[in-house]
């Protein structure tokens, strides 16, 4: 087994090739992009989504509670204006209300988050905890499945408005949005991570970190798709209610 570090560029290129397991390959993101997708799986996809949505800012400041690096702190808070804006009515998370409306949600609904299954639940509190937990370098690494995300918001923007007609062209704005802060984070993100990892171990260790969140986002869409494609939402077999618990952190 080697021990010597990979390269700048092997090591970039190792992180870029995990991009095969991102989640735009996924069966229920596939089916969403070739308009497929009935509009209660939209619906689900969209509420269950915002509750990672609203999360992300939550994860970014842990990782700057854990940073002593002020320079790093004023470039990462960046991301935490972009989700929450500057005043009401900005930022990433009122465009993704914004998109909750055009596709038929109220923002009630999405704020209370009684559609968001224990699945998804689980999987971003487990994100959350990850970067409240971890050195604030590996926390701000996880973060770089955003290599891959300009992809998977232009594959909406160029797919949706064709396949959706119903869905008003008005909730597009969060991707729309994304696809320049997107860039903008990957080049931070990627700064940081190819000067810290300077082992073979540590690069491995990384490499490992990446596919956490990987984890994260394949394991988001496998609950939504268990409920919106296969009928199995969590206890289908008792109830046609959505019994599952709302808004406990563990």
């Not at 842990?62 to 690096?69: K, L, R």
């Not at 930022?91 to 923002?107: F, P, T």
């Not at 690494?141 to 959706?164: C, G, M, N, V």
Request: aromatic share 12%.
């Amino acid at each position: 087994m080697p021990t010597e570090p990979m390269s700048r560029a092997a090591f970039e290129q190792a992180l870029r090739d995990k991009g095969r397991y991102y989640h735009i390959h996924h069966p229920f993101h596939i089916t969403m992009h070739e308009g497929r997708a009935t509009p209660e799986q939209i619906r689900g996809w969209v509420a269950n989504r915002f509750y990672y949505q609203v999360n992300i800012p939550l994860k970014d400041a842990a990782i700057m509670a854990n940073c002593n690096d002020a320079s790093a702190r004023r470039e990462w808070v960046q991301r935490i204006i972009d989700h929450d804006g500057t005043a009401d009515g900005d930022g990433g998370i009122e465009a993704w209300l914004q998109l909750g409306e055009a596709v038929g949600l109220s923002r009630e609904e999405l704020l209370d988050q009684r559609h968001v299954l224990p699945g998804v639940r689980f999987a971003v509190d487990a994100y959350v905890n990850f970067a409240r937990r971890a050195n604030w370098k590996e926390a701000a690494s996880s973060s770089l499945t955003e290599l891959f995300a300009p992809q998977i918001h232009q594959s909406r923007l160029d797919s949706w408005p064709q396949h959706y007609p119903w869905i008003d062209a008005q909730g597009y704005r969060y991707f729309r949005t994304r696809l320049g802060e997107a860039r903008r984070d990957v080049e931070h993100g990627l700064r940081i991570t190819l000067d810290h990892y300077q082992t073979f171990e540590a690069q491995l260790r990384m490499l490992e970190i990446l596919q956490f969140k990987l984890d994260v986002l394949w394991s988001m869409l496998d609950a939504m798709s268990m409920a919106y494609e296969l009928g199995r939402a969590p206890y289908h077999t008792v109830t046609d209610q959505p019994a599952w618990h709302r808004g406990i952190r563990l």
